[in-house]
């Protein structure tokens, strides 16, 4: 007996083979909300959860016949995009993406390790060719600093002016994420449209984790996929990152990774988790 298709959600992101961010947590993700996940390689990278050893971007023809071959067959839910590498791939996600169904970007730039994963080109074409498509752009705090050239980010006041200036890039919405901000006890996320803003707040956990932003932005275009507004959709990803992060698989070298099914069965995350 078959089953139907569930919603569908497609990340445009590079791989890692550690899983634990790149387009291996976001399908982890789109898993663990109960969404179909499908994939778009944009570069190959040799990575641990502690540094970048090489990577290797695909060629805009690879990235584009792989969005057009997806599109043939199904009708994408909501899109995520990550590490995009250079301007030739940014242009082929512009020149391929079909209109209609939201974008979560999340903009890519340094490793969590400090390894550059964009060329200073491609920068200026991120800016003015695919934020202006987003739905909602969820940058981290150096991010935001280099896109939005409102430096040093410090305090929640310094986000909202970056956040202005994305708004004004063309975005729907933008997510600054503020697990860079201070060390206090509490990290806050400040959601903006042009009708407005909130702010989300959860723990801070004393320990970082490769691949959260990632995990995060993949749980914006799940909630999405799924039907939810854009709202709700950032406040049910700001759950489940929480619970993620505070869940976080501990590896033997001392790095941490999401658990995107923290809120799974103990008897299923054993046998259906592993993917």
């Given at each position: 007996?078959?089953?139907?298709?569930?919603?569908t959600?497609?990340?445009?992101?590079?791989?890692?083979p550690?899983?634990?961010?790149?387009?291996?947590?976001?399908?982890?993700?789109?898993?663990?909300?109960?969404?179909?996940?499908?994939?778009v390689?944009?570069?190959?990278?040799a990575?641990?959860?502690?540094?970048?050893a090489?990577?290797?971007?695909?060629s805009?023809?690879?990235?584009?016949?792989?969005?057009?071959?997806?599109?043939?067959?199904f009708?994408?839910?909501?899109?995520?995009?990550?590490?995009?590498?250079?301007?030739?791939?940014?242009?082929a996600?512009?020149?391929?993406?079909?209109?209609?169904?939201?974008?979560?970007?999340?903009?890519?730039?340094?490793?969590?390790?400090?390894?550059?994963l964009?060329?200073e080109?491609?920068?200026?074409?991120?800016?003015?060719?695919?934020?202006?498509?987003?739905?909602?752009?969820?940058?981290?705090?150096?991010?935001?600093?280099?896109?939005?050239?409102?430096?040093?980010?410090?305090?929640?006041?310094d986000?909202?002016?970056?956040?202005?200036v994305?708004?004004?890039?063309?975005?729907?919405?933008v997510?600054?994420?503020?697990?860079h901000?201070?060390?206090?006890?509490?990290?806050?996320?400040?959601?903006?449209?042009?009708?407005?803003?909130?702010a989300?707040?959860?723990?801070?956990?004393?320990?970082?984790?490769?691949?959260?932003?990632?995990?995060?932005?993949?749980?914006?275009?799940?909630?999405l996929?799924?039907?939810?507004?854009?709202?709700?959709?950032v406040?049910?990803?700001?759950?489940?990152?929480?619970?993620?992060?505070?869940?976080?698989?501990?590896?033997?070298?001392?790095g941490?990774?999401?658990?995107?099914?923290?809120?799974?069965?103990?008897s299923?995350?054993?046998?259906?988790?592993?993917?």
């Open positions: 007996m078959t089953a139907p298709l569930p919603p959600a497609c990340t445009i992101a590079g791989s890692d550690s899983g634990g961010a790149g387009l291996q947590i976001d399908l982890k993700t789109f898993a663990a909300y109960g969404v179909y996940g499908l994939s390689v944009t570069a190959v990278t990575q641990n959860t502690r540094k970048v090489g990577a290797w971007v695909q805009a023809d690879s990235v584009s016949a792989q969005i057009t071959t997806l599109c043939e067959e009708s994408v839910s909501a899109w995520k995009t990550g590490m995009l590498g250079n301007t030739a791939v940014i242009e996600v512009i020149d391929s993406l079909p209109p209609g169904a939201p974008l979560v970007l999340d903009p890519v730039i340094v490793s969590t390790s400090g390894h550059r964009i060329t080109d491609a920068l200026l074409l991120l800016r003015d060719g695919l934020i202006p498509r987003a739905t909602v752009v969820t940058p981290n705090i150096p991010e935001a600093e280099i896109l939005s050239g409102i430096a040093p980010i410090r305090s929640l006041e986000m909202r002016e970056a956040g202005l994305f708004l004004s890039y063309g975005a729907d919405a997510v600054l994420k503020g697990g901000l201070g060390s206090g006890d509490a990290s806050v996320d400040l959601f903006m449209t042009r009708n407005g803003e909130e989300f707040s959860a723990p801070r956990y004393p320990y970082e984790v490769h691949g959260s932003g990632c995990c995060f932005a993949s749980a914006i275009a799940a909630e996929s799924l039907g939810r507004d854009l709202r709700g959709g406040a049910g990803a700001k759950r489940f990152i929480d619970g993620a992060i505070r869940e976080a698989i501990q590896l033997p070298s001392g941490a990774v999401p658990d995107p099914f923290w809120e799974w069965p103990a299923k995350r054993q046998t259906d988790s592993l993917i």
